[in-house]
């Protein structure tokens, strides 16, 4: 028996019904836009950029900080870099994570906790610089890509 001649209908039935329950997201509602993909972070709306955000930064950063700490991941959301009041200060980083001393900040982190701060450039800023669409950048030149002064203030 051939199925070709339901092939057509059977593609379209399962694309409208991809279409009206909200491309599977479990909802009717569209989720948020993001912008467009090649649309660095920077250049995206304030509404793109919390949608992506929640889309695609949480998730990743989440699956990222899972491996230096396994549980401390079931935690992880907005307020983990953000700060509590991240609503109150509109998101606006960096916030309320411990100030990094500006002058010598992976060689004084280091000699603070050796463990967190290998896994932090290793692993957590070239996360998030490919997330942002920018390259990784040097702490001693902040204002050049990613760095640890993305997320923590200088002292």
Same mark, same amino acid.
């Given at each position: 028996?051939?199925?070709?001649?339901?092939?057509? +209908?059977? /593609?379209?039935? %399962?694309?409208?019904?991809?279409?009206?329950?909200?491309?599977?997201?479990? =909802? $009717?509602?569209? *989720?948020?836009?993001?912008?467009? +993909?090649? /649309?660095?972070? %920077?250049?995206?709306?304030?509404?793109?950029?919390?949608?992506?955000?929640? =889309? $695609?930064?949480? *998730?990743?950063?989440?699956?990222?900080?899972?491996?230096?700490?396994?549980?401390?991941?079931?935690?992880?959301?907005?307020?983990?870099?953000?700060?509590?009041?991240?609503?109150?200060?509109?998101?606006?980083?960096?916030?309320?994570?411990?100030?990094?001393?500006?002058?010598?900040?992976?060689?004084?982190?280091?000699?603070?906790?050796?463990?967190?701060?290998?896994?932090?450039?290793?692993?957590?800023?070239?996360?998030?610089?490919?997330?942002?669409?920018?390259?990784?950048?040097?702490?001693?030149?902040?204002?050049?890509?990613?760095?640890?002064?993305?997320?923590?203030?200088?002292?």
């Amino acid at each position: 028996m051939s199925f070709a001649r339901f092939k057509v +209908p059977l /593609v379209a039935a %399962l694309s409208l019904a991809f279409v009206q329950c909200g491309g599977g997201n479990g =909802s $009717r509602t569209p *989720p948020p836009a993001i912008g467009a +993909p090649t /649309v660095p972070f %920077l250049k995206k709306t304030r509404d793109e950029r919390r949608a992506f955000m929640a =889309s $695609r930064v949480v *998730p990743k950063m989440r699956e990222v900080f899972h491996g230096l700490d396994p549980k401390g991941d079931e935690k992880f959301g907005c307020e983990t870099c953000h700060g509590e009041d991240a609503e109150v200060v509109d998101y606006r980083m960096p916030n309320s994570l411990y100030p990094l001393p500006q002058k010598n900040t992976i060689a004084e982190a280091t000699d603070y906790d050796d463990k967190t701060t290998k896994f932090m450039v290793e692993h957590v800023v070239p996360a998030f610089a490919a997330l942002l669409s920018q390259p990784v950048g040097d702490p001693e030149h902040p204002e050049k890509g990613v760095t640890c002064f993305t997320c923590h203030p200088h002292d």
